[in-house]
């Protein structure tokens, strides 16, 4: 299974990257999920170097494109999809709940 980040929660001011980094490790090696960035075509090489610099690379599989149709779980900024998890940023504070609701969906 899958879970899809939404690029928008990777750069937002209000995200950490150390629980990003948390939670992208858990969800694939307590999880087993495979994590996925959802991010714009030319946007990908740019998401990738930045990422890469904050050491979030380990535990990410692949990017995608909104035109990429994946099931799985998405960790979104709205519902636009089913089986998603609504979160306005990645940090300390909401890492816990993110994760209760990935088991949930698990």
Known sequence: ?????N?????????DSLAIRYLTSFS???LNLHNL???EQELKDPYYKY???????????CYITPEE????????ID??????????????????????QLRIFT
């Open 69 to 76: 149709y994946e099931s799985g779980i998405r960790l979104d």
């Open 28 to 30: 694939k090696c307590d």
């Open 1 to 5: 299974m899958n879970l899809i980040i």
């Open 7 to 15: 690029s928008l929660l990777i750069d937002s001011p209000k995200s």
């Open 79 to 100: 519902f636009n999809y089913t089986n998603t998890i609504k979160a306005n940023c990645i940090s300390f504070g909401n890492t816990q709940v993110l994760i209760n």
């Open 51 to 61: 990422m890469k610099e904050l050491g979030l690379m380990d535990y990410v599989d």
């Open 37 to 39: 960035i959802e991010v």
